[in-house]
């Protein structure tokens, strides 16, 4: 018996629970998680389901087949538990590469990482003793972050890399590269957008006065901090915190939040509606 | 068109969400809406739709008799946003019912209320404010409980009331009237059950030196403070805060916790799963 | 005995708490409560204490003389638990002003209302419910705004109003009427500033697609939304909230995030430091 | 220049802020941050200082000593930031240790750790990557186990431990250990208490159904689970969340609680008042 993921997204219109659910049994197969959402602002329909089934994946494909080509749908069938082939981006900052090898290795995120890529060579021995291999390349003017990012994209084919995680990589990637990676790079901004975008975000918090700081997890788009937001957390602060003491305090959120985010994206639970995400938690 | 929410819980099969989701088409509905569950504690299987249908409602039972037959159902068919009626029981703490009355009046809480019934007098000009019919019995020795008692079930009988909710009455229900209101009532307990239970929470909770304090929703049973668990919240507090403190801190928790857990209980999203409960938020 | 609140404002030197600890061992006073702050930013220190003494107010201000002067200080000492004279401005959305007249009769809110002033009439019966005069003034046009301006001002001063609560009002003040009103107006906005400033702060977190949403109390200023921040909260949403719907959930934080605010600011807990607050909690 | 901190506790009476301001200007300190608590329950008072001065230590504790006797109280001084000498036990859960030495390594956790004591191997990489002594003694049976808290207490001796961090260490500590390290043992419960004591809290918390899960740092002492509280956090789940899910979403809270606990305890910010901590944030 396999356990299965499946996702389906297409216009919305009726009827599609109940062809779904007959192909799923054609299949034979049993429902044992769905979610669903009709979103008011596009028209569009979401579903995510979890299905026990002895079928292989060919009969089961044979058995959707009919129901994605009526309702024109984009859909992904995949097993439940698969590490996703993920290439993780870092410079200095180790909190949230350690966070993401420390629950990738406790079997509670199901990603595989066929690469940590620097441009700063401060967390390889954090990589090593997590057994995953590490590239340090600097990133100093227009031609070396030009041959970064197309070490990033060879990367990407040589391992089908499936997801993208910027974990406090601080170089703003080319909107070329942006596009290449549309829908499948993650990245942590340490704010709790839409305030405090671009630089020094907790130096602004301070600033401000804010009584709350957080961190944004959301998809990378060329439009700077601007991309569809996946997970958000806060922490609660007062006037006593300098910017450097928030930049502490805020590391516990930035790491939670950004392993969160790629746990979902991993299970198949993030959608994109327009300019927001479905989370089908 | 009729907005309807339909309610369904029975042994858990394969097949069951197909079936549904048939009769469903056949009634000429639309799913809008849609939750499912199957617990692996109990074998059940509950789910919660939401169909807009043009269908009246015999002709809607009519497409769903088979499937609800087969599968030995347990249903409810309801029309979204039709008001509960709901019999709130008092004593002198006026926050959940100003919460409840408030909300109910502000359109954000599909609950009636034919009757405020209470112990004290001290909550009858609130309830007139709000236009509540409000009746107050003293309850002083065994007799004039009895008699307060009898009244609540003449009340449900009398109303056809669905809810009963404890909005602080600081009586204990004798196991005769939980079992006669056993899953259609509900309390709030001023404490994160199961700590602290019985008199006094607050002042428990200072002795112990918790860093938190909490509410929490539950159905109403003979077993006190053990009913199935709808909602709980909890605010932290620290070392100054003395048991009086406690008190007035907790009050905003209780009430916002009542009202969550009667908001989703009036819209059919609490079900019964043994000694716990699913809530389809 | 009397109980006493005492704030002090002066620049940062070393010898302050023990030339303050002075003056009130004079005045025959027992410290029960003492917070104080070095700003860093600003080079202010900041002191809020509570003083049991059973000194009368002119011999403890005598005591009090000679430190001030020394220092330079700003400073002010009430009676704990003195209502605050508070003037309340409303529109139609009655959740913040319910609030804060419950809280007030519940003996929780040491604020006294001589007037809640409105540009609608909707709130009169909650107003008078509470036994709190209400007056209703058209705002249509520049004339009739003006004319609302000076009859703030009149009652501010006809009152001698200590404090002004925007609890929902939906009209700008002018720039002019901020100035005279100069860190004695609290305004709720209802987003997490710094995001979403400006009208329709909901439809604006519904369509970026945040997964939380706030509320947030600041001084009034006329840069708007930009006054320091005194109080601010959040609750969690996801993909399936409406704007509409965040407008009812965004409401509980809203209230509880005012009443926060002006209980604070009525124990003389917010400090201006700068464009930031103290909050001694 | 040193930075100190100062930590006083005495039966409360009137006058000692001043006495002990005026000790601190004799020592020709400055106070940068002061907090103070007279506790209700049991008279006592507290005080925490961080105090700027080029005074060496004897000449600061000369100054002090007139007041602490006069006012017969305990004390500490200390300077800020000197890392505590900390013994950690372990067995084989992995993320509070993970948490505790890459907290420690980031510069954000002022502990030195002279040893992780564990009767399992497990952890054993884990400490050696961040360089850290780690020994393993099996605890089967009474004897190796008498034998473990032996050598803990050679430990505590040889290296003049100051606290012992249970993280996660899954044994039961004699009496006379407790006894032993009164004051200064920490433990972590993976539930919110009082709720849930004893083993197996996820399960319990499953079985209940709470909407809520937790964790507490507290002290050690003989009764089990009930020792002084210094630190709560909960996050929420829902009934989907089967036992095994609690212990993964609850690693987060207990990692984080036990580590911030560490925090205060190494910057001398918890006193004992009774069964309840002081915690001076």
Not at 21 to 27: F, I, K, P, R
Not at 201 to 208: F, G, L, S, T, V
Request: net charge negative.
């Amino acid at each position: 018996q396999t356990h299965w993921t499946l996702t389906l997204v297409c216009e919305d219109r009726p009827g599609i629970v109940h062809a779904i659910s007959g192909a799923v049994v054609d299949a034979g197969g049993n429902i044992t998680e769905s979610q669903q959402f009709s979103s008011h602002d596009t028209g569009t329909f979401f579903m995510r389901l979890q299905v026990v089934s002895s079928t292989g994946r060919e009969a089961f494909e044979a058995a959707l087949a009919p129901v994605v080509a009526r309702y024109g749908m984009e859909w992904k069938l995949d097993v439940v538990g698969r590490p996703l082939r993920t290439l993780v981006l870092v410079s200095t900052a180790a909190h949230c590469l350690n966070d993401l090898l420390f629950r990738q290795r406790a079997g509670q995120l199901p990603i595989e990482i066929p690469l940590v890529l620097a441009n700063h060579p401060d967390l390889q021995g954090l990589a090593e003793f997590y057994g995953v291999p590490f590239e340090h390349r600097a990133v100093v003017g227009a031609e070396l972050k030009a041959e970064f990012e197309r070490r990033i994209l060879e990367v990407v084919d040589e391992h089908d890399v499936e997801l993208v995680v910027l974990a406090r990589y601080m170089q703003i990637l080319s909107p070329e590269l942006c596009a290449a990676l549309e829908g499948r790079a993650i990245n942590i901004h340490h704010s709790f957008l839409p305030g405090f975008k671009g630089a020094n975000p907790y130096r602004q918090a301070h600033a401000r006065g804010v009584k709350l700081i957080g961190a944004t997890a959301h998809f990378v788009t060329s439009d700077l901090d601007e991309g569809p937001i996946i997970e958000q957390n806060v922490v609660r602060v007062d006037h006593t915190r300098e910017a450097a003491d928030l930049v502490a305090i805020g590391q516990d959120e930035e790491s939670r939040t950004l392993t969160q985010a790629v746990r979902w994206f991993a299970e198949d639970r993030v959608l994109l509606d327009g300019a927001r995400t479905i989370v089908f938690r």
